[in-house]
Structure formats: structure tokens, C-alpha cells
């Protein structure tokens, strides 16, 4: 089966950097989604990665190691309104996403 | 960036009456569209998988003959929720994956109130 971890809360400081961890299990590997959710909205996307490495688009970079299946997304020079929530996803095989639960990201002044 | 567009973005109904969400990709073509639901606080769950021209797949645990799904076209599908309950009110969000099938593209959501 498919299985995807990711911490529940998180709480950061206007400025700063956070860093969202990842972790799933897949039978097979389809690339990796993340995406950003305001309360009462939609989904809306951040990143894919399907190679290893570290992408930067901006304040967000993502990172993928798909030996270690972690995935962690970076948020640097935080923003009040980066809050919100975080999803991890996977495709499975028929390339409908496998959600994580999600992390909320709590953004303090 | 890809478009996609979701009406009502909300709805209030009595409980027994039907509802019917439309998901329409704008500036692209969709083979394939998601059907998701989402209740306060919780992740996404999807209901159903929707292909151009041929029966939607529902997820375990989702009634096919209540959520009625037809995707008639390359760039709309649709929603129904028939014989609404006070429990279907939830946050109902599509998705449309084009023809790469890489991403997907997020409507806005409809917000479905049944009392």
C-alpha cells in the first residue's frame, strides 16, 4: 500500500525559515507533489519532483531523496501569509494522488 | 497557468433535494478529472476518478448512485449529490489532469450547506 507521513502542526516566526518534512511509502514512484491550502480553499500547487536533489522556485524550494523517500519543503523569509496548510502527495499508479494529512504551518509575528 | 473553474462556489439546500456541481477546465483539455471532498480540518479525500466518455471509478465507501458523476465532455464534468443530507455538506473540490498527465489543476471548490 501507500502510506505518507507528514507532522501534523508546525509554529514559525515572521522572517524566519521552515522546513516541512516527508515521508512515504509507494509501491511504485510517480514523483512527488506539494501544495499549499489557505483555509476554505483549494489546493494550490507549490512543487513536483521526480529526480532527486533540491528544486528552488523563489522562497520555496523542495527537496526529494527517493532512496530515503523523504521529501521536505522549504519556506524561507517567512511571510504571515504562508499560513496555511501544507500537503504532501503521491501518485499512485493510475496517477490519482495519494494525500498526506497535511501540516499546519502557524506563522507568528 | 491551466485553469480551472468550479460552480456554484457555494450552495445552501434543503435536505432531500439534489445538487449538481459543475468542473469546467478553461484554457485546456481534460481526460481525466478528480472528484475530492474535504471536511473541516481533514485532508483531502478522494471520491471519484472521472474519464471523457466512459463511467466515473468511485472510491470505496462513496455511493455511485448518489454522487453521480458524467463527464461528457473534454473540458466539464459534473457532480450531483442526490437526496442531499445535512452529513454531505462539506467543501467538494475538483481537479482536471491534461493531456501530459503530470499535474493537476484545482478548481476553486463548492462549499455545499444542506440543512
Known amino acids: 500500500g501507500q502510506n505518507i507521513d507528514q507532522p501534523t502542526e508546525m509554529t514559525a516566526t515572521e522572517g524566519a525559515i521552515v522546513q516541512i518534512n516527508c515521508t512515504y511509502q509507494?509501491?511504485?514512484?510517480?514523483?512527488l507533489f506539494w501544495y499549499q491550502q489557505h483555509a476554505g480553499e483549494a489546493p494550490t500547487f507549490l512543487s513536483y519532483n521526480v529526480l532527486d536533489g533540491l528544486e528552488e522556485k523563489g522562497r520555496f524550494s523542495s527537496f526529494l531523496s527517493r532512496s530515503k523517500g523523504y521529501s521536505y519543503l522549504l519556506l524561507k523569509e517567512l511571510q504571515m501569509k504562508d499560513s496555511a496548510s501544507y500537503l504532501c502527495a503521491v501518485p499512485d499508479s493510475n496517477y490519482q494522488l495519494i494525500w498526506g494529512a497535511g501540516t499546519k504551518l502557524i506563522i507568528k509575528p | 497557468g491551466a485553469v480551472v473553474s468550479q460552480h456554484p462556489s457555494w450552495v445552501i439546500c434543503k435536505s432531500g433535494t439534489s445538487v449538481k456541481i459543475e468542473c469546467r477546465s478553461l484554457?485546456?483539455?481534460?481526460?481525466?478529472m478528480f472528484w475530492y471532498r474535504q471536511f473541516p480540518k481533514q485532508s483531502l479525500m478522494l471520491m471519484a476518478t472521472?474519464?471523457?466518455?466512459?463511467?466515473?471509478?468511485?472510491e470505496q465507501g462513496v455511493e455511485k448512485d448518489k454522487f453521480l458523476i458524467n463527464h461528457a465532455s473534454l473540458t466539464l464534468s459534473t457532480l450531483t449529490v442526490t437526496s442531499a443530507h445535512p452529513e454531505d455538506s462539506s467543501f467538494y473540490i475538483c481537479s482536471a489532469r491534461d493531456l501530459e498527465g503530470r499535474e493537476q489543476y484545482f478548481g476553486p471548490g463548492t462549499r455545499l450547506t444542506v440543512t
Open positions: 472521472s474519464n471523457e466518455g466512459s463511467k466515473a471509478t468511485y
Open positions: 509507494t509501491s511504485g514512484f510517480n514523483g
Open positions: 484554457d485546456f483539455q481534460a481526460t481525466t
